[in-house]
Antibody, heavy 127, light 108 residues
Framework: QVQLQQWGAGLLKPSETLSLTCAVY????????WSWIRQPPGKGLEWIGE???????NYNPSLKSRVTISVDTSKNQFSLKLSSVTAADTAVYYC?????????????????????WGKGTTVTVSS | SSELTQDPAVSVALGQTVRITCQGD??????ASWYQQKPGQAPVLVIY???NRPSGIPDRFSGSSSGNTASLTITGAQAEDEADYYC???????????FGGGTKLTVL
Protein backbone atom coordinates (compact mmCIF):
# COMPACT_ATOMS: atom_id res chain seq x y z
CA GLN A 1 0.00 0.00 0.00
CA VAL A 2 1.44 3.31 -1.09
CA GLN A 3 1.97 5.88 1.61
CA LEU A 4 3.15 9.48 1.45
CA GLN A 5 5.08 10.95 4.34
CA GLN A 6 5.67 14.68 4.30
CA TRP A 7 7.68 17.03 6.44
CA GLY A 8 9.03 20.56 6.59
CA ALA A 9 9.15 23.75 8.62
CA GLY A 10 5.83 24.75 10.09
CA LEU A 11 6.50 28.36 11.10
CA LEU A 12 7.95 30.95 8.77
CA LYS A 13 8.45 34.69 8.77
CA PRO A 14 7.28 36.86 5.87
CA SER A 15 9.71 36.85 2.92
CA GLU A 16 11.19 33.47 3.87
CA THR A 17 11.07 30.38 1.68
CA LEU A 18 8.71 27.53 2.46
CA SER A 19 10.33 24.12 2.00
CA LEU A 20 8.49 20.78 2.20
CA THR A 21 9.41 17.25 1.18
CA CYS A 22 7.21 14.23 0.49
CA ALA A 23 8.51 10.66 0.48
CA VAL A 24 6.78 7.85 -1.38
CA TYR A 25 6.74 4.45 0.30
CA UNK A 26 5.46 1.14 -0.96
CA UNK A 27 4.94 1.86 -4.63
CA UNK A 28 6.38 2.92 -7.93
CA UNK A 29 7.47 6.49 -8.40
CA UNK A 30 7.24 6.40 -12.19
CA UNK A 31 4.01 6.59 -14.14
CA UNK A 32 2.42 9.19 -11.91
CA UNK A 33 2.31 12.93 -11.40
CA TRP A 34 3.16 14.04 -7.87
CA SER A 35 1.33 17.13 -6.67
CA TRP A 36 1.35 19.71 -3.92
CA ILE A 37 -1.99 21.12 -2.82
CA ARG A 38 -2.75 23.60 -0.07
CA GLN A 39 -5.77 24.58 1.97
CA PRO A 40 -5.92 27.92 3.82
CA PRO A 41 -7.83 27.87 7.11
CA GLY A 42 -11.55 27.48 6.47
CA LYS A 43 -11.12 27.50 2.70
CA GLY A 44 -11.00 25.08 -0.20
CA LEU A 45 -8.25 23.14 -1.91
CA GLU A 46 -5.76 24.94 -4.16
CA TRP A 47 -3.43 23.05 -6.47
CA ILE A 48 0.13 24.37 -6.37
CA GLY A 49 1.91 22.24 -8.94
CA GLU A 50 3.11 18.80 -9.94
CA UNK A 51 6.12 16.84 -11.14
CA UNK A 52 6.67 13.45 -12.71
CA UNK A 53 9.56 11.03 -12.29
CA UNK A 54 11.49 12.57 -15.17
CA UNK A 55 11.25 16.04 -13.66
CA UNK A 56 8.59 17.51 -15.93
CA UNK A 57 6.61 20.12 -14.01
CA ASN A 58 3.35 22.04 -14.23
CA TYR A 59 2.58 24.93 -11.92
CA ASN A 60 -0.53 26.86 -10.98
CA PRO A 61 -0.20 30.08 -13.01
CA SER A 62 -1.13 32.16 -9.95
CA LEU A 63 1.87 30.81 -8.00
CA LYS A 64 4.30 29.98 -10.79
CA SER A 65 6.68 32.87 -10.17
CA ARG A 66 7.35 31.69 -6.60
CA VAL A 67 7.14 27.90 -6.87
CA THR A 68 9.76 25.26 -7.55
CA ILE A 69 8.98 21.55 -7.38
CA SER A 70 11.85 19.08 -7.68
CA VAL A 71 12.26 15.33 -7.56
CA ASP A 72 14.88 12.94 -6.20
CA THR A 73 14.11 9.59 -7.78
CA SER A 74 16.96 7.86 -5.91
CA LYS A 75 15.04 8.52 -2.68
CA ASN A 76 11.49 8.43 -4.11
CA GLN A 77 10.98 11.95 -2.84
CA PHE A 78 9.70 15.20 -4.26
CA SER A 79 9.93 18.66 -2.77
CA LEU A 80 8.21 22.03 -2.79
CA LYS A 81 9.80 25.42 -2.42
CA LEU A 82 7.65 28.55 -2.24
CA SER A 83 9.58 31.79 -2.02
CA SER A 84 8.74 35.16 -0.52
CA VAL A 85 5.93 33.86 1.66
CA THR A 86 3.32 36.12 3.21
CA ALA A 87 0.48 35.55 5.63
CA ALA A 88 -1.67 34.58 2.64
CA ASP A 89 0.46 31.44 2.28
CA THR A 90 -0.63 30.18 5.68
CA ALA A 91 -2.31 26.85 4.98
CA VAL A 92 -2.22 23.10 5.38
CA TYR A 93 -0.02 21.74 2.60
CA TYR A 94 -0.65 18.28 1.19
CA CYS A 95 1.31 16.09 -1.19
CA UNK A 96 -0.62 13.65 -3.37
CA UNK A 97 -0.21 11.09 -6.13
CA UNK A 98 -2.00 11.84 -9.39
CA UNK A 99 -2.88 9.45 -12.17
CA UNK A 100 -4.43 9.69 -15.61
CA UNK A 101 -6.84 7.41 -17.41
CA UNK A 102 -8.74 7.22 -20.67
CA UNK A 103 -12.10 5.72 -21.51
CA UNK A 104 -12.91 4.76 -25.08
CA UNK A 105 -16.46 4.87 -26.32
CA UNK A 106 -18.41 6.96 -28.79
CA UNK A 107 -16.26 9.79 -27.50
CA UNK A 108 -12.86 9.52 -25.90
CA UNK A 109 -12.97 10.86 -22.36
CA UNK A 110 -10.05 11.40 -20.05
CA UNK A 111 -9.88 11.36 -16.31
CA UNK A 112 -7.43 12.41 -13.64
CA UNK A 113 -7.48 11.61 -9.97
CA UNK A 114 -5.41 11.86 -6.80
CA UNK A 115 -5.67 8.58 -4.99
CA UNK A 116 -3.01 8.82 -2.29
CA TRP A 117 -2.54 11.83 -0.04
CA GLY A 118 -0.11 12.78 2.67
CA LYS A 119 -1.47 13.70 6.09
CA GLY A 120 -0.76 17.39 5.59
CA THR A 121 1.67 19.89 7.10
CA THR A 122 0.43 23.05 8.73
CA VAL A 123 2.48 26.04 7.67
CA THR A 124 2.00 29.36 9.42
CA VAL A 125 3.55 32.59 8.20
CA SER A 126 3.79 35.19 10.92
CA SER A 127 6.18 37.88 11.98
CA SER B 1 -11.51 27.47 -18.82
CA SER B 2 -9.87 26.48 -15.54
CA GLU B 3 -12.84 26.79 -13.20
CA LEU B 4 -15.03 24.19 -11.56
CA THR B 5 -18.17 25.45 -9.82
CA GLN B 6 -19.92 23.74 -6.90
CA ASP B 7 -22.81 24.75 -4.69
CA PRO B 8 -21.36 25.84 -1.32
CA ALA B 9 -23.75 23.81 0.80
CA VAL B 10 -26.26 20.99 0.47
CA SER B 11 -28.31 19.15 3.07
CA VAL B 12 -29.99 15.75 3.07
CA ALA B 13 -32.16 13.84 5.48
CA LEU B 14 -30.67 10.69 6.94
CA GLY B 15 -31.22 7.77 4.58
CA GLN B 16 -32.26 9.92 1.64
CA THR B 17 -30.49 10.52 -1.66
CA VAL B 18 -28.44 13.62 -2.39
CA ARG B 19 -26.72 14.84 -5.53
CA ILE B 20 -23.74 17.19 -5.47
CA THR B 21 -22.88 18.86 -8.75
CA CYS B 22 -19.79 20.34 -10.36
CA GLN B 23 -19.77 22.45 -13.50
CA GLY B 24 -16.94 23.43 -15.80
CA ASP B 25 -15.92 23.53 -19.44
CA UNK B 26 -13.13 21.00 -18.90
CA UNK B 27 -15.72 18.42 -17.83
CA UNK B 28 -16.70 18.02 -21.46
CA UNK B 29 -13.32 16.30 -21.96
CA UNK B 30 -12.52 15.03 -18.47
CA UNK B 31 -14.55 13.05 -16.02
CA ALA B 32 -14.48 14.66 -12.59
CA SER B 33 -12.98 13.00 -9.58
CA TRP B 34 -14.58 13.46 -6.19
CA TYR B 35 -13.04 13.76 -2.75
CA GLN B 36 -14.51 13.64 0.73
CA GLN B 37 -12.85 15.69 3.44
CA LYS B 38 -13.74 15.57 7.10
CA PRO B 39 -12.51 18.19 9.59
CA GLY B 40 -8.82 17.92 10.34
CA GLN B 41 -8.26 15.15 7.80
CA ALA B 42 -6.75 14.90 4.35
CA PRO B 43 -9.13 14.49 1.41
CA VAL B 44 -10.12 10.96 0.43
CA LEU B 45 -10.86 9.94 -3.15
CA VAL B 46 -14.40 8.54 -3.44
CA ILE B 47 -15.12 8.53 -7.18
CA TYR B 48 -12.93 8.69 -10.29
CA UNK B 49 -13.33 8.09 -13.98
CA UNK B 50 -16.74 7.34 -15.44
CA UNK B 51 -17.97 5.88 -12.13
CA ASN B 52 -15.20 4.07 -10.28
CA ARG B 53 -14.90 3.65 -6.53
CA PRO B 54 -11.57 3.02 -4.82
CA SER B 55 -11.39 0.02 -2.57
CA GLY B 56 -13.18 0.64 0.71
CA ILE B 57 -15.59 3.29 -0.57
CA PRO B 58 -19.22 2.25 0.00
CA ASP B 59 -21.36 1.59 -3.05
CA ARG B 60 -23.83 4.25 -1.98
CA PHE B 61 -21.40 6.69 -3.64
CA SER B 62 -21.72 6.98 -7.41
CA GLY B 63 -20.72 9.40 -10.14
CA SER B 64 -22.24 10.55 -13.40
CA SER B 65 -21.63 13.14 -16.07
CA SER B 66 -23.62 15.07 -18.66
CA GLY B 67 -22.22 17.81 -20.83
CA ASN B 68 -20.25 20.18 -18.65
CA THR B 69 -21.72 18.92 -15.39
CA ALA B 70 -20.49 16.11 -13.15
CA SER B 71 -22.52 14.75 -10.26
CA LEU B 72 -21.74 12.82 -7.12
CA THR B 73 -24.75 10.93 -5.78
CA ILE B 74 -25.03 9.45 -2.32
CA THR B 75 -27.91 6.99 -2.17
CA GLY B 76 -29.07 6.50 1.40
CA ALA B 77 -26.90 9.12 3.08
CA GLN B 78 -25.45 8.17 6.45
CA ALA B 79 -24.43 10.41 9.32
CA GLU B 80 -20.77 9.63 8.59
CA ASP B 81 -21.16 11.11 5.09
CA GLU B 82 -21.37 14.60 6.56
CA ALA B 83 -18.25 16.27 5.16
CA ASP B 84 -16.91 18.64 2.54
CA TYR B 85 -16.88 17.29 -1.00
CA TYR B 86 -14.58 18.56 -3.74
CA CYS B 87 -14.59 17.85 -7.45
CA UNK B 88 -11.35 17.83 -9.39
CA UNK B 89 -10.20 17.59 -12.97
CA UNK B 90 -7.59 18.90 -15.36
CA UNK B 91 -8.28 22.16 -17.13
CA UNK B 92 -9.28 22.08 -20.80
CA UNK B 93 -5.65 22.19 -21.94
CA UNK B 94 -4.77 19.28 -19.69
CA UNK B 95 -1.82 21.18 -18.28
CA UNK B 96 -3.23 22.17 -14.91
CA UNK B 97 -5.17 20.61 -12.07
CA UNK B 98 -8.34 22.35 -10.97
CA PHE B 99 -10.57 21.92 -7.94
CA GLY B 100 -14.10 23.03 -7.34
CA GLY B 101 -14.74 25.31 -4.40
CA GLY B 102 -16.22 22.50 -2.34
CA THR B 103 -19.70 21.59 -1.11
CA LYS B 104 -20.45 21.22 2.58
CA LEU B 105 -22.86 18.33 3.03
CA THR B 106 -25.04 18.29 6.12
CA VAL B 107 -26.93 15.12 7.02
CA LEU B 108 -30.04 16.02 8.99
Amino acid sequence: QVQLQQWGAGLLKPSETLSLTCAVYGGSFSGYYWSWIRQPPGKGLEWIGEINHSGSTNYNPSLKSRVTISVDTSKNQFSLKLSSVTAADTAVYYCARGAFGTTFGVVIRYYYYMDVWGKGTTVTVSS
Amino acid sequence: SSELTQDPAVSVALGQTVRITCQGDSLRSYYASWYQQKPGQAPVLVIYGKNNRPSGIPDRFSGSSSGNTASLTITGAQAEDEADYYCNSRDSSGNYVVFGGGTKLTVL
